[in-house]
Structures are given as structure tokens and as C-alpha cells.
């Protein structure tokens, strides 16, 4: 495996579901992050984990909860989420505090709240 | 935090066609970088360009950072060129800000 690699790359899931998506980077990077894209919409950062250091969009809504066991593992859990969530959910990694910080991107999770 | 604006937002080509996208930003930025995302969703990472001319075949970006601008130019345009080109700049805590985009369509 290279590079970063999510799953599931789709999901469906009703108001009343738990589920997680997970990111890992095979990169060595230092710093990794959860997007959201939603139609016609930027890129919306949620969260980074940076040199073990959590910084959150204050806006993110806590149905949406980050967890970084280790610099290349990312999961974001999600609970009673709300049909406005459906979005696709994108996972980065970086090397921070280097002359050249390079964003790395998954290739998404789409995500369908019913 | 950083305002990053690009233009145009959509951009309709006919294959061969030669076109120039804009990333405006607000404040100084020590990184910017350029995005290609296909129709499946995955970004791809173009240029790391905070300054100065880069250039990869048919593609090349240029920053003047000084007046806050980037451009990104796509020459002889081929079809697989379709989708949307983020700009995204770094603050100076390191955090990154991306641009609406530029929808390109690409037409044979």
C-alpha cells in the first residue's frame, strides 16, 4: 500500500447509525486531516492532528468525532449524523515543520445519510 | 484567516485550447499549492509553488507572492484535463485554505 488509502469509499447510513471511517498514510508523514467537500462547496477543513496536537474547525458539529491512535492512523466516528452530512469526506497527510509541506490526499469517502 | 479566490468558476474548453486559471489570496503565505480533482473525487497534487515559475508538460503555474496572486496555465488542453483545480494556501501556523475552484470542462 502507498500513499494514504481510506475506507469504506462509500457509505450509506441512516440518522440513528454509528459508523467510522478510517485513513491510514504509508508516508511517514506527521500531520493528518479530515475535509469535507459538500456540493459547490470548498474544501471545509474539520480537523488536524499535528505532531499528536488536535486542532478543530470550532463549527464542526460533535456528531462528528476525530480519533488518531498513531501519526498514520485516522478515524472519524460518526453518530446521528443529519441528511446535510451526505458529503464526500476527504483524508490528508503532511510533513509539517519541513521547507516544503505537501498535502497528500485520499481518495474520499462519499457518504449518504438517509 | 486567509481569503483565497479563484476565477473563473467554470471554464468550458474545446480540446488543444490554451487557458489561464487565477488563485487570489488576501495575506502572505509561505505555501501554496495547485489541485487537479477527477470526476471520481481524488485530488492530485500539481505544483508546490509559494513562489517563483514551475513547469510539468503541459502544465505550469507561476506565484508572485508580493502581489498575492497565482496562475495556473493549461496548454494544448486534452479532455483527461476535466475537473477541478484548487488553489490552497498555508497561513503562517501552517494551516491550509482552499479556494472555491475552477470547474474545467474539456470538450473533444
Known amino acids: 500500500e502507498t500513499g494514504v488509502t481510506q475506507t469504506p469509499r462509500h457509505l450509506v447510513m441512516g440518522m440513528t447509525n454509528k459508523k467510522s471511517l478510517k485513513c491510514e498514510q504509508h508516508?511517514?508523514?506527521?500531520?493528518m486531516y479530515w475535509y469535507k467537500q459538500s456540493a459547490k462547496k470548498p474544501l471545509e477543513l474539520m480537523f488536524v492532528y499535528s505532531l499528536e496536537e488536535r486542532v478543530e474547525n470550532n463549527s464542526v458539529p460533535s456528531r462528528f468525532s476525530p480519533e488518531c491512535p498513531n501519526s498514520s492512523h485516522l478515524f472519524l466516528h460518526l453518530h446521528t449524523l443529519q441528511p446535510e452530512d451526505s458529503a464526500l469526506y476527504l483524508c490528508a497527510s503532511s510533513q509539517e515543520g519541513t521547507g516544503a509541506n505537501v498535502l497528500t490526499f485520499g481518495a474520499g469517502s462519499r457518504l449518504t445519510v438517509l | 484567516g486567509i481569503q483565497v479566490e479563484q476565477s473563473p468558476p467554470d471554464l468550458i474548453l474545446q480540446e488543444g485550447a490554451n487557458s489561464t486559471l487565477r488563485c487570489n489570496f488576501s495575506d502572505s503565505v509561505n505555501n501554496l499549492q495547485w489541485f487537479h480533482q477527477n470526476p471520481w473525487g481524488q485530488l492530485i497534487n500539481l505544483f508546490y509553488i509559494p513562489s517563483g515559475t514551475k513547469q510539468n508538460g503541459r502544465l505550469s503555474a507561476t506565484t508572485v507572492a508580493t502581489e498575492r496572486y497565482s496562475l495556473l496555465y493549461i496548454s494544448s488542453s486534452q479532455t483527461t484535463d476535466s475537473g477541478v483545480y484548487f488553489c490552497?494556501?498555508?497561513?503562517?501556523?501552517?494551516?491550509?485554505?482552499f479556494g472555491a475552484g475552477t470547474q474545467v470542462v474539456v470538450t473533444p
Open positions: 490552497a494556501v498555508a497561513d503562517s501556523w501552517g494551516k491550509f485554505q
Open positions: 508516508l511517514g508523514h506527521n500531520a
